[in-house]
């Protein structure tokens, strides 16, 4: 892993109707619009999406790493992010992010030490630190 602080930077560039790409150097070009909820499309990614996305992925990606070092054999994780919208005092933003992870590990794997896991990689998760949400996780280990 590189040093801290690391630098990412996306790049929109807008006209005033139809798609927003987003561009990020050696990345291919991402186009967004609004969300249905939002009277766009909603048939291609916004930020609101994006941002589920983006703790799901994490999640993911710190459970690989968490398990890797934990040693833990595992055979599948399927995440699924659900992000709640709402406006609270005047303000709208994410009141909460609930992840539904479910591990699949080889039989005999010890279930409660897969969940604890689980819950470091949450724990861990870069994105999710960094939102003011309410968080939760909804962990299932299936063994066999």
């Given at each position: 892993m590189h040093p801290?602080?690391?630098?990412?930077?996306v790049h929109a560039t807008?006209?005033?109707?139809g798609d927003v790409p987003l561009n990020s150097?050696?990345?291919p070009a991402l186009?967004?619009?609004?969300?249905a909820e939002f009277d766009g499309p909603g048939d291609r990614w916004s930020p609101e999406t994006l941002l589920c996305a983006a703790v799901a992925d994490?999640?993911?990606?710190?459970?690989?790493?968490?398990?890797?070092a934990s040693k833990l054999e595992w055979i599948s994780l399927d995440a699924r992010a659900e992000a709640k919208l709402d406006?609270?005092?005047g303000r709208t933003y994410f009141t909460e992010v609930v992840v539904h992870a479910t591990l699949r590990v080889p039989a005999g794997t010890d279930r409660d030490r897969a969940t604890k896991l689980l819950e470091k990689s949450e724990h861990v998760c870069l994105v999710s630190n960094s939102l003011v949400a309410q968080r939760r996780l909804e962990p299932t280990v299936i063994a066999g």
């Amino acid at each position: 892993m590189h040093p801290y602080p690391h630098l990412y930077t996306v790049h929109a560039t807008a006209e005033p109707t139809g798609d927003v790409p987003l561009n990020s150097p050696g990345l291919p070009a991402l186009p967004t619009a609004p969300p249905a909820e939002f009277d766009g499309p909603g048939d291609r990614w916004s930020p609101e999406t994006l941002l589920c996305a983006a703790v799901a992925d994490c999640f993911v990606l710190s459970f690989r790493a968490v398990a890797r070092a934990s040693k833990l054999e595992w055979i599948s994780l399927d995440a699924r992010a659900e992000a709640k919208l709402d406006r609270v005092e005047g303000r709208t933003y994410f009141t909460e992010v609930v992840v539904h992870a479910t591990l699949r590990v080889p039989a005999g794997t010890d279930r409660d030490r897969a969940t604890k896991l689980l819950e470091k990689s949450e724990h861990v998760c870069l994105v999710s630190n960094s939102l003011v949400a309410q968080r939760r996780l909804e962990p299932t280990v299936i063994a066999g």
